[in-house]
């Protein structure tokens, strides 16, 4: 039996159980099984180090980047962002991995148009790095809005017309307005959108936050995080069932 699973917190919002046992049951694989593990620091990973039976891990909010110290050792893109969501277990070894940026470019090429040529990024955290990275790949310039001390991002009061209008694409990459607390949404000003916006929230469920029904009612395109979720999610899958190879390049025995 090999033992897949989630670590976060909180995880009531996840679909990740469900995705992969759809999976599971879909290709007739009998052999693994997907867990949720919401640790409530990130300290509480110690005792699933021991599991012999764990074979890969996602990470959601909040350890991203603090469970980077446990790992022994980072994919070269992992590394670059400084971020980690995906985590293959072989051998003992645990080796950390970034599909964020794979469901999140997959799921935003389609979209992009000429007049996108800047986006404001709202949030600074690790799903917030895998997003920089991908407009950096794709040469599209952007700004950061944060809570976070931080010279180089904007705070939330100095979102202007003058930066909305230089940024047609908005991301989200805060968990504001995620389940339970479909309620909120982060604090821009809606009333300076307009329908050349773009507005990406990563956030999944609800499927249809409370940010992106402002956006729909001023007659901005929306994308929710679902399709980048279960692009992720695939991808993770792949990582954990490659084979591994010697320094030969050749098949490991």
Known sequence: MRLFGLIGHPLSHSSSKKIFEEKFVAENIGDCRYELFDLDTIRELGPLKS?????????????????????????????????VNVIKI?????????????????SLVPLLTPSIKQALIIGSGGSSMAVQYVLNKLSIPFKIVSRKANPL????QEISKGVLNSCPLIINTTPVGMFPNISELP????????????????????EETLLLKNASFIGCRTKNGLEMLQLQ?????????????????????
């Open 51 to 83: 599991n012999p039976y764990l074979t890969g891990l996602n990470v959601t909010i909040p350890y991203k980047q603090s469970l980077i110290p446990y790992l022994d050792d980072l994919s070269e893109e992992a590394r670059l962002i400084g971020a």
């Open 90 to 106: 072989r051998n003992g070894k645990w080796t950390g991995y970034n599909t964020d940026i794979f469901g999140f470019e997959k």
């Open 153 to 156: 991002f904007l705070k939330y």
């Open 187 to 206: 604090a821009i000003p809606f009333h300076l959108l307009n329908p050349d916006h773009l507005v990406y929230d990563l956030i999944y469920n609800p």
């Open 233 to 253: 999610a695939e991808k993770s899958w792949q990582i954990w069932n490659e084979p591994e190879l010697n320094h030969s390049g050749k098949l490991a025995e």
